[in-house]
């Protein structure tokens, strides 16, 4: 009943600069905190960012300065603009959002992932 879609991975050089969006539809109600999380080649799933309604925002250490997260209240979207890319940012990246979808039921919800390559 929800879904989250993903778009803009892709590969870029070291150095260079994505955007990715997640745009959630379905029966909602409101959305809570919404954000980004990435799982390298035989690695556990990390946070990258999050940020909630209100827009406080929240990064791992290893993005902080080079990716910013923001949201579309309106459009149920959230982006992570990620610049200054490095090799070791390679992963598929979830996005992952926190959902009302009745007066009694809220829940977390991912995305399919989106690949994101940075070649050295």
């Known amino acids: 009943q929800v879904q989250l879609v993903e778009s803009g991975g892709g590969l870029v050089q070291a150095g260079g600069s994505l955007r990715l969006s997640c745009a959630a539809s379905?029966?909602?109600?409101?959305?809570?905190?919404m954000g980004w999380y990435r799982q390298a080649p035989g690695k556990q799933r990390e946070f990258v960012a999050s940020?909630?309604?209100?827009?406080?925002?929240n990064y791992a250490d290893s993005v902080k300065g080079r990716f910013t997260i923001s949201r579309d209240n309106a459009k149920n979207t959230v982006y992570l603009q990620m610049n200054s890319l490095k090799p070791e940012d390679t992963a598929v990246y979830y996005c992952?959002?926190?959902?009302?979808?009745?007066?009694?039921?809220?829940?977390?919800?991912w995305g399919q992932g989106t690949q994101v390559t940075v070649s050295s």
């Open positions: 940020i909630t309604s209100g827009g406080t925002t």
């Open positions: 379905g029966k909602i109600i409101s959305i809570n905190a």
């Open positions: 992952n959002a926190n959902i009302r979808i009745s007066i009694w039921a809220r829940d977390d919800y």
